[in-house]
């Protein structure tokens, strides 16, 4: 029965070591979505974004014609208890690195949508970085409590 573990044990480890940092190419983004929002609301898209390359590079934007306006954003706790949202130049994206947009973290934040933006619905959204050519997601809009999104970091406000 030992054996057995060992082996499984084994097994996953060679599993999750194919599921990380090789096999890509370039800049990846992955387990892209975005929380709903109403028609001249917000809405903040989430997404694993991996750099495969050996060069330093960054996001340094992002472009959908869904809103108004597209920030780079980190949500943290402020010195009062309440979750801040400030803006960033840019999210850094080291060499073989990555970088993890989500709920209460960084985030892309959509500002003024054009429209209302449903669970199960899609939109485009272009991502700029400082060396490497733009990526473009269809990003599917998901429930925010099925994600891990708490509710707490500044996007379910009215
Ligand atoms: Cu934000």
Known sequence: MKKLLVFILAGMFVLSACGGMSGGEGIEAHNFWARPGMMDGNSAAYMMVKNFTDADDAVIGASSDVANAVELHLSQMGEDGTMQMIQQEMFDLPARGEIELKPGSYH??????????????????????????????????????????????????P
């Open 108 to 157: 892309i934040m959509l500002i003024g949508l054009k429209q209302e933006l449903k669970v199960g619905d899609e939109f485009t959204l272009t991502l700029h970085f400082q060396n490497h050519e733009d990526l473009t997601l269809t990003i599917p809009v998901k429930d925010a409590a099925d994600m891990g999104g708490s509710g707490m970091d500044g996007h379910n406000m």
